[in-house]
């Protein structure tokens, strides 16, 4: 069953969170060419993200997942989990990215953009916009998963690694008690497929890295787009 996403629908980006790195880059991409029409190069109302460039969102994320993780030590479940100032203001912020991502204050039609962090902002993200779609990366690797220094230090986040693992009361090395980028990504999947159903898209890295046009040309017909040029 398909999602179609055609020039005259209302706002329905598309979030893609997943590890930097070439494949998550060759996807983008793709979208971003299969989003032009006639002659157009590039559709204005199909904005694309580089991981290479900041980005509106990722300063979005710059500025309140500190507060965020340390009221909810994850991703929030529910806009209620988080402290109602700071939901309002996350709010208002989310308005002023998009318009800064789209350089316009009335966003329409297709445009995504790809910010691993904004998996922390599902439940903002789907009351704002509720036709959003999600493409989910997920990765086996710790190292590629949580590049090193994007949320080390921050309130109850740890970093993914072998020597965070501390031993049981069974001797067995369990890890620490805290936040991690696949704990992180679990919650949000939860999350996700209970609210977005088929506007949610999954795939593996070592998947997209081994037929990375076979994968994205299933999430392309998934979307209703046609394939690039």
């Known amino acids: 069953m398909k999602t179609p996403v055609t020039e005259n629908d ?9 590890p930097e790195g070439a494949q998550t880059e ?49 991703p929030a479940d529910t806009v209620n989990d988080v402290d109602p100032e700071l939901g309002q203001r996350l709010r ?3 308005v002023l990215a998009t318009a800064a991502h789209l350089r316009s204050a009335s966003p329409a039609g297709r445009w995504m953009v790809g910010c691993h962090r904004l998996l922390f902002f599902l439940p903002f993200l ?8 999600l493409v989910q990366l997920l990765c086996d690797d710790p190292d590629a998963l949580a590049p090193a220094g994007l949320l080390t230090g921050l309130p109850g986040w740890r970093q993914e690694r072998d020597d965070d693992r501390r031993p049981d009361a069974d001797g067995a090395n369990a890890p620490a008690p805290a936040q991690s980028w696949a704990q ?3 919650e949000a999947a939860a999350f996700a497929r209970a ?7 999954v795939f593996r890295m070592d998947e997209l890295s081994a037929n990375p046009d076979a ?11 046609p394939e690039p040029p």
């Open 10 to 18: 209302p706002i329905s980006p598309i979030f893609i969170v997943g």
């Open 26 to 74: 060759f996807l983008i991409n793709r979208l971003h060419r299969a989003g032009s029409w006639g002659s157009t190069q590039s559709d204005p109302i199909f904005s694309a993200h580089s991981f290479d460039k900041p980005n509106p969102f990722d300063k979005l994320c710059d500025r309140f997942l500190p507060a965020l993780l340390e009221q909810n030590a994850g």
């Open 92 to 94: 208002e912020a989310i």
């Open 126 to 133: 789907v009351e704002r916009y509720p036709n959003m779609i």
């Open 184 to 186: 992180a990504h679990a």
């Open 195 to 201: 609210t977005l159903g088929l506007r949610h898209h």
């Open 215 to 225: 994968c994205s040309s299933r999430l392309l017909d998934a979307l209703g787009l």
